[in-house]
């Protein structure tokens, strides 16, 4: 009896459950629900699916892009491309809802760097083709299927 009046009690900040606690810290039942509740800073993004604007895009990362492992860029030229870089981020932000893209400007070196920061969106352009040094059309955009 005594046993249940002196443990700390808690309830889960995902679940919702009552748990007990070892320390006053704790806010989680299980290190399951502490990951399922922060998700590591991971956004949900929606994907595109195929079509011409997923294709314009892939084509401009085959021509000025590159994708890690966290995000993609989109490296422009500033006076060339001034007209241009503003649709490259509104494609972006069409295509990649709730990635978080910003237009980075570097004045030293002329250029304009469109960088969409999700691992999500990432590892989708890689499986479309676009790794770091080979670089490849997909079958579905030479076959102009599903567009």
Known sequence: MWFKENMLLGICAFCNSEFRKREKKYKFCSILCANRFNLNGLNKVKL?????????????????GCASKY????????????????YVLNLSQSLFPGAKIS????????S?????NSR????????MGIIS???YIPTWILNKQNI
């Open 48 to 64: 595109p699916s195929k079509s011409k604007r997923l294709a314009e895009f892939i084509g401009i990362c085959i021509g000025d």
């Open 71 to 86: 995000q993609i860029s989109i490296t422009l030229n500033s006076i060339a491309d001034r007209n241009y870089a503003p």
């Open 103 to 110: 237009l980075i400007k570097r004045v030293d070196e002329n």
């Open 112 to 116: 304009i760097i469109v960088r969409i």
């Open 120 to 127: 999500i969106a990432s590892e989708f352009i890689k499986n």
């Open 133 to 135: 040094n080979a670089k």
